[in-house]
């Protein structure tokens, strides 16, 4: 009977998952919405009926010899619980042995954005090096840290937080609580913001329109595409965003000293309006020694980092 594996990555909005055979080669691959407002309960069956679809396409007996699953949200991987999913409305659930119960194998719980690490390191940006730094820049901003060829969780687990590395004291308020953190100045939604600041200081008025006229439906989309047709006010937006990313990036350079730097993410959508500035930052405020070892690169695997972590996570479980 052929052994296979599985890795999931459950989002807020969608659920991708891919069967492997232990020799790393994805068989079958499938994505279905998450559908967080049906209940906890919805979802794992939902996690558990993507399962059965990708053997079913894969054509493979029996049940997986382990599944490895990337959630959001602080958790606990050794009892595989998740303490605060707010995307998906979860507290203190017992996910792993939940969905053990229904697919009849191991779970093995971790981090999603450790496991978009794992993914890019095991198969794409990050492949052949042993330190490698991995930052997604969207709505907020994570990160996931491969040390010594391994993926480093910390003390608590919490390893990785980049985004909530402060930066400006007393900036604007994060979603932490805290102010002036990495993700309050850089992010996509930290961009809007200040857009929408600009427009009510009586600029912007190139992003406006392509809002409609309305400043609450500014996104750090119709930002990009207004720099993208030549609104200096736009691409000065993401120069900021990049200046500060450049920041942030350049203290975690200085502390790991890692030799590949891979960033995933929604904004890199966009980062031809940005990387020659954020690569201006980096270099500029990283020591000799790390800059010359040290290179930026875009992620490779786009919105599959995460479910080829899982699938690394699950093959060679740490």
């Not at 989002?11 to 079958?28: F, N, P, S």
């Not at 042993?130 to 391994?150: C, E, H, K, P």
């Not at 992010?187 to 392509?210: D, F, K, P």
């Amino acid at each position: 009977m052929t052994e296979y594996i599985v890795g999931v990555d459950l989002g807020g909005t969608k659920i991708r998952t891919a069967l492997a055979t232990l020799d790393g080669e994805v068989r079958a691959e499938v994505e279905v919405p998450t559908g967080a407002v049906a209940g906890y309960t919805r979802v794992i069956e939902r996690i558990a009926g993507t399962i059965e679809e990708v053997r079913r396409q894969a054509g493979f007996p029996g049940k997986p010899l382990r599944v490895g699953l990337g959630a959001p949200g602080p958790l606990d991987p050794a009892k595989g619980i998740v303490h605060v999913a707010p995307n998906l409305g979860w507290r203190h659930v017992r996910v792993a042995a939940d969905l053990e119960a229904l697919v009849g194998a191991p779970v093995l719980l971790e981090n999603d954005a450790n496991l978009a690490a794992v993914g890019e390191f095991a198969y794409g940006a990050g492949k052949g090096v042993q330190d490698m730094v991995y930052i997604t820049v969207s709505t907020g901003i994570g990160g996931g840290l491969i040390l010594g060829g391994r993926l480093y969780r910390g003390a608590g687990y919490g390893a990785g937080e980049i985004g909530h590395i402060t930066l400006l004291p007393d900036g604007p308020l994060c979603s932490c609580g805290n102010r002036g953190c990495l993700e309050a100045l850089a992010s996509g939604t930290a961009v809007a913001r200040q857009a929408r600041e600009l427009i009510g200081r009586g600029g912007g008025r190139g992003i406006l329109t392509l809002a409609g006229g309305v400043i609450d439906a500014v996104t750090a989309k119709m930002v990009a595409e207004a720099a993208r047709q030549g609104d200096g006010e736009a691409k000065a937006l993401f120069d900021e965003a990049a200046r500060w990313l450049g920041i942030g990036i350049a203290a975690v350079v200085n502390l790991l000293n890692p030799a590949v730097v891979v960033l995933g993410g929604g904004m890199m959508k966009s980062a031809a309006l940005f990387w020659g500035k954020l690569e201006e930052e980096v270099t500029a405020r990283t020591l000799p020694g790390t800059r010359e070892v040290l290179r930026l690169k875009v992620a490779e695997l786009g919105g599959r980092s995460g479910v080829l972590g899982a699938v690394a996570y699950a093959l060679r479980p740490e």
